[in-house]
């Protein structure tokens, strides 16, 4: 952490690591966004910069707790898995895994139960979505009743 903290100080001040030029066409891919300004783009590059800088140290953390100066790609899952702020990249690092324990994994996941999702739902949504059925059925009983009048009065 020590060499990225010296890394850091010695940087010039204003100037970023990665091109501000792609980082703003990056940026421009969002349908969302028509204009952003140099120094927007200047923050959101150098906080990638941060962000990047937090991940990589803390995988080389794992790597140096197994006595290794190399980082791996299990370095980088591990700190995805255990470092909360990088949970949300579980979809995009994911722990590798044998192809068997893949298939078995995959078989859980389709055998769920769906009663036990049930219960996981909202009781009150339940009770909601219950009152909601009964009056579905109680008009289609009325629009029914209707029918079969209308039925017997043309017979008539």
Not at 77 to 89: I, R
Not at 108 to 137: G, M, S
Request: charged fraction near 40%; proline fraction near 3%; charge should be negative.
């Amino acid at each position: 952490m020590e060499e990225t903290t010296k890394q850091t100080a010695e940087r010039q001040l204003g100037t970023t690591t990665f091109p501000l030029a792609r980082i703003k066409r990056l940026i421009k891919e969002d349908k969302d966004i028509s204009l952003i300004s140099t120094d927007a783009t200047f923050c959101i590059t150098y906080a990638a910069e941060l962000f990047i800088e937090y991940l990589v140290s803390e995988a080389l953390d794992k790597a140096k707790q197994e006595k290794r100066k190399s980082v791996f790609y299990k370095d980088l899952a591990k700190v995805v898995k255990d470092v909360e702020p990088f949970e949300f990249l579980e979809d995009v690092i994911p722990t590798t895994m044998t192809l068997k324990a893949a298939i078995e994994k995959r078989k859980q996941v389709l055998n769920e139960d769906t009663p036990a999702k049930k219960q996981k739902t909202d009781p009150i949504q339940e009770e909601e979505d219950e009152e909601e059925d009964e009056e579905e059925n109680k008009m289609e009983e009325d629009i029914a009743m209707e029918d079969n009048a209308e039925q017997k009065e043309l017979k008539n």
